[in-house]
């Protein structure tokens, strides 16, 4: 069965940071892409970052590009979300999902399993 677990959410104020992780179990993890995507009350899900199976291309949202940065441990079977110069419009539940293939990829779709998600307030 597999799992995935999220942590490392909370309240931080504004210009803050957080790492959030992510395990992931009974899956061959090291095969495939990650990603973070994250949701704020009354809007959809959106990407946040991905990274590929051996962790040599990443992607980010323009959103939080030079202050959100993705890495994994495959030996551990965790990735990784260090957020950076916190901004209030981040506040969201944030969400790790496993892609079904080894590239990142932008689209909800492309991932078959996701986590319950860690929230994550930022306060002016």
């Known amino acids: 069965q597999v799992q995935v677990v999220e942590s490392g959410g909370g309240l931080v104020q504004a210009g803050g940071s957080l790492r959030l992780s992510c395990a992931a179990s009974?899956?061959?993890?090291?095969?495939?892409?990650m990603g973070w995507f994250r949701q704020a009350p009354g809007k959809e899900r959106e990407f946040v970052a991905a990274?590929?199976?051996?962790?040599?291309?990443?992607d980010y949202a323009d959103s939080v590009k030079g202050r959100f940065t993705i890495s994994r441990d495959n030996a551990k079977n965790t990735v990784y979300l260090q957020m950076n110069s916190l901004r209030p419009e981040d506040t969201a539940v944030y969400y790790c999902?496993?892609?079904?293939?080894?590239?990142?990829?932008?689209?909800?779709?492309?991932?078959?399993?996701w986590g319950q998600g860690t929230r994550v307030t930022v306060s002016e």
């Open positions: 999902a496993i892609n079904r293939g080894s590239w990142p990829d932008r689209r909800n779709s492309a991932y078959d399993y």
């Open positions: 009974g899956h061959t993890f090291s095969t495939y892409a």
């Open positions: 990274i590929s199976w051996g962790g040599g291309v990443t």
